[in-house]
């Protein structure tokens, strides 16, 4: 199989290669250049998929599948998607929850609207959400019966440049008394990169929201699972929505993942029948930390100059401001 891959360097992007070259596949990356390079046996070229020039790096070759892991306004999406028209067999589109404008005030349904954004927005016509759904509509425009569209959840794993999941596995592997925000059975739903690569590869034309099922992680889930893959002492002090919120602690910025319960609403509650129907398989939590866990020890966490969102990196609570807090419970 010959996978073309717009994007290819970042976390998701870098997964769906890794993923397509262990599974024999000829692989073709289109990136800019400014993530570092593919792995070996990878077709790298170099080129800005916003512009036709850009685009003509990928010459006339064609491909079996293309899997769009770096499309963000709408108009560039069309442009790329004109270009492949009639050289791909399948165009995956890697879209988001965010385009169903009810959520998480309501639960995500199979009926669920999704915003209207036209195909042919610029990137100041609307937030991330609404141009998602504009750039779902781009490519099925050229790929009416070919297109997959992966309305993303939650993703993480190693090389995670966002650092929510991986912030909290560093954090709990230094041991020591823990900030543990809200409750431990406060559901989560989170995807590793690799199972949503993975998936991409062999996955039906369709829209499908890509997650774990709600319910199968916890936050108290997620930090005993660190716990034990790090081989740390930690113990877990959990702390009140409100008494967090007393003390201004920024919801998902400075403790990544905690969002109150006033907020959070249907938050996790997504349904993923779909995806699981036609072969999304999620790996066991601790297998994922081990490897994220791998990961920081080679790493670190990225630098803000290397981050995907480098102000919510910035807001991550200090040691010394989580000891404040710790001390006001005792």
């Known amino acids: 199989m010959r996978l073309l891959v717009l994007g290819g360097t970042k976390l998701l992007g870098s997964a769906v290669v890794r993923a397509a070259l262990d599974a024999g596949w000829h692989v073709t990356t ?56 009639g050289r791909v067999g399948r165009y995956v589109f890697v879209s988001t929850v965010n385009v ?51 309305r993303a959840g939650l993703i993480f794993g190693p090389r995670d440049n966002i650092a929510r999941v991986s912030w909290w596995v560093q954090r709990v592997a230094a041991g020591g008394e823990v900030l543990a925000p809200g409750r431990p059975d406060q559901p989560l739903a989170l995807i590793d990169a690799r199972d949503m690569a993975e998936w991409m590869l062999g996955a039906p034309p369709g829209a499908f929201v890509v997650n774990s099922a709600a ?30 919120l007393d003390a201004s602690v920024e919801p998902w ?30 790996r066991p939590l601790a297998e994922s930390l081990a490897d994220v866990w791998e990961w920081v020890r080679e790493h670190g966490l990225p630098s803000p100059e290397d981050a995907e969102r480098p102000t919510e990196l910035e807001k991550r609570m200090s040691r010394e401001r989580e000891q404040k807090i710790l001390t006001g419970l005792a």
Request: net charge negative; glycine share 10%.
């Open 215 to 244: 319910g199968t992680q916890t936050f108290g889930s997620l930090l005993a699972t660190a716990r034990d893959v790090t081989g740390s002492d930690a113990r877990f002090t959990w702390a009140d929505d409100q008494v967090l």
């Open 100 to 150: 169903y404008p009810d959520w998480p005030e309501r639960p995500v349904t199979s009926s669920s609207p999704v915003s209207d954004c036209p195909p042919d927005a610029g990137p100041d016509d609307g937030d991330y959400g609404y141009l998602k759904s504009g750039c779902e509509r781009a490519v099925l425009e050229s790929f009416p019966d070919a297109t997959t569209i992966n």
């Open 30 to 85: 289109l990136t800019r250049g400014l993530h570092g390079a593919p792995p070996p046996g990878v077709d790298a070229r170099t080129g800005d998929r916003t512009t036709p020039a850009g685009l003509a790096a990928l010459g006339d070759d064609e491909w079996d599948v293309c899997i769009d892991t770096s499309g963000y306004v709408p108009r560039d999406v069309r442009l790329s998607a004109r270009t492949l028209a």
């Open 253 to 282: 910025t400075e403790l990544p993942l905690w969002l109150p319960e006033s907020m959070s609403g249907h938050a996790w509650d997504l349904d993923v029948s779909g995806a699981y129907a036609t072969g999304l398989r999620i």
